[in-house]
């Protein structure tokens, strides 16, 4: 999941920076985390038992954290996505950074935030776009612009050169990564695919109910790769000619809908790999691409407009190459891991 592909990478860029890393998580499965997750450092793994109960197993488990550090110096910072958990840890005396990736879902979300935001401990809030910072300081009015850190999502950049075959030819492998549902544009692949018979399309990534039988049924030309392992996307990005980012202006994920404020992890991977990018004309992906400058811009719900700029790209292998080499200058001037982890402890 793109929840656990962060986190890993931050600690990664942490431990790289410097400083000593304790991840606290649930136990996984037996496969070494890092090398599942490709990192370049090993760190330390504090695993809590996971409580199965929704939400009071959580804050169950956050106590038991609290139980063992509340008192302790163990720490110079607590860093988190972690609602429960850094609540928790509020009045440990220990500094607090809490990322957010969404608006709170419910009042009592709300009322565990406002309690970190004003505990002593409290340092800042980092946020994934500039939409979602004007959310917060509207939801928190008490919190103060300098409060409030955006850093987008990140990659990593490739080791070895990976960047795709620009050349031109009337056959282009498509492709997507991620999970395929009706908010991250499931339905514009499968139409697009429709629309352009002549070209390939790859799609990597889970499939939701709301989408299985639609995509199951899709023309001949879309290939299903289904789930795979972080660490194998650095083989099929490079096969890719072409990467899509269909994101919907409502996408529900678990119990809220995050396609005001999402800032996706694969637009940085598809940058890292020098790909020509199509993506959703939405505020919070305006924030990273710049239309015919480092990808295009299509109508997110208009299979029209997305057929015409996938034949833009497909009749100008220039074009793709020149917005391609651009996405990884964007990655490249400050959406790396590390790049990113020093943002967020300044």
């Known amino acids: 999941m793109a929840n656990a592909v962060h986190v890993m990478h ?100 709300t009322k565990f935030e406002k309690e970190i935001f004003q505990s002593r401990s409290f340092k800042k809030l980092v946020v994934i776009t500039e939409k979602l910072k004007s959310k917060y300081l509207e939801i928190f009015p008490f919190l103060a612009p300098d409060d409030v850190t955006v850093a ?31 908010g991250k544009g499931a339905e514009i692949v499968y139409n697009l695919a429709k ?36 660490r194998e996307l650095d083989h099929i990005y490079p096969t890719f000619d072409i990467a899509l980012l269909p994101n919907q202006s409502t996408m529900p994920v678990g119990n809220r809908d995050i396609g005001a404020w999402n800032s996706p992890m694969k637009l940085f991977e598809y940058m890292a790999y020098s790909l020509p990018i199509i993506a959703s004309d939405l505020p919070n992906l305006r924030e990273i691409i710049t239309d015919q400058e480092n990808g295009l811009l299509a109508v997110h719900d208009s299979v029209e407009d997305w057929s015409t700029k996938l034949q833009q790209l497909a009749d100008d292998a220039g074009l793709r190459a020149r917005l391609g080499t651009q996405a990884l200058q964007t990655l490249r001037k400050g959406h790396t891991w590390s790049a990113r982890a020093e943002q967020v402890l300044l």
């Not at 996971?50 to 038991?64: K, V």
């Open 10 to 109: 931050m600690c990664d860029a942490f431990k790289s920076l410097g400083h000593n890393v304790t991840l606290f998580c649930y136990s996984g499965s037996s496969d070494d985390p890092f090398a599942y997750y490709k990192t370049k450092n090993n760190f330390y793994l504090e695993q809590i038992r996971h409580n199965p109960l929704p939400f009071c197993g959580r804050l169950i488990d956050s106590l038991r954290i609290r139980y063992r550090y509340g008192n302790r110096g163990d720490f110079d910072l607590f860093y988190g996505r972690n609602l429960l958990g850094l609540w928790a840890l509020r009045n440990n005396g220990t500094p607090i950074i809490y990322e957010s990736h969404a608006v709170p879902p419910s009042n009592t979300h």
């Open 152 to 182: 987008h999502d990140a990659a990593n950049v490739p080791t070895a050169s990976a960047s795709p075959n620009y050349e031109q030819k009337d056959k282009l492998r498509v492709g997507y990564v991620g999970t395929l549902s009706t």
């Open 195 to 230: 629309e352009n018979p002549q070209h390939e399309f790859h799609l990597v990534g889970r499939l939701t109910p709301d989408c299985r039988q639609i995509l199951e049924s899709a023309t001949s030309n879309v290939y299903l790769y289904g789930h795979l392992p972080h």
